[in-house]
Structures are given as C-alpha cells and as structure tokens.
Nanobody
Framework: QVQLVESGGGLVQPGGSLRLSCAAS????????MGWYRQAPGKQRELVAK???????NYADSVKGRFTISRDNAKNTVYLQMNSLKPEDTAVYYC?????????WGQGTQVTVSS
C-alpha cells in the first residue's frame, strides 16, 4: 500500500501562484509515475501533469507553460508549481502514484482561483 498526503491548496487571485506538494509513504517502488489530476464540479477528473521516476514529464495542454511538475525521489515527494492561475483552474487537485499496475490516490486539496 501507498499513502499520499497533499498540501498547499487554497484561495488565490487570478494571475497568482500556488505550489502543491504530495508526500508518499509506504511500499513505494523505485520505478513509478507520480502525477496530479483535478476535478472541477460537474466535470470528470482529468490529468494535469505527471512525471516518471526518471524525470520525464507530460502536461495537459491547458496548463502547458504555466504549471511545472517536479519530484524529489529521496523524499518521495512530488510538487506542482502553478503560475498565472485562471478561474478555470479551480478544482480539487488529487495526487496519484502508479507502480507495477496499481494506482493510488490522495485525499485531494482544493484550489480556488477567484477575485
């Protein structure tokens, strides 16, 4: 089992920045993929960004150039730096970890972009 704990969400004005963190613990394999997904009210959960243990990244088109995903393998932590935030980025953001065919989810953290 893998446990994921997110932090860093909150309320921010349009154009502002937030940094999300997700700390993983438990039976973590060396080779895995960690990522961030989000779900807005009335919408399906969607991929925001993901990063492999080797550092390869993938972003949703809607966040390219504004969000940056990174990870610290020694700390089993993944980060999402979000800049130039827009109201449409408002959602619950979930951390995800995938390894050996299994996927694990965090409890989610709310991000609200509003003036």
């Amino acid at each position: 089992q893998v446990q994921l704990v997110e932090s860093g969400g909150g309320l921010v004005q349009p154009g502002g920045s937030l940094r999300l963190s997700c700390a993983a613990s438990g039976s973590i394999l060396r080779i895995n993929i960690m990522g961030w997904y989000r779900q807005a009210p009335g919408k399906q959960r969607e991929l925001v960004a993901k990063i492999t243990s080797g550092g390869s990244t993938n972003y949703a088109d809607s966040v390219k150039g504004r969000f940056t995903i990174s990870r610290d393998n020694a700390k089993n932590t993944v980060y999402l730096q979000m800049n130039s935030l827009k109201p449409e980025d408002t959602a619950v953001y979930y951390c995800n970890e995938q390894q050996a065919g299994f996927g694990f989810w965090g409890q989610g953290t709310q991000v609200t972009v509003s003036s």
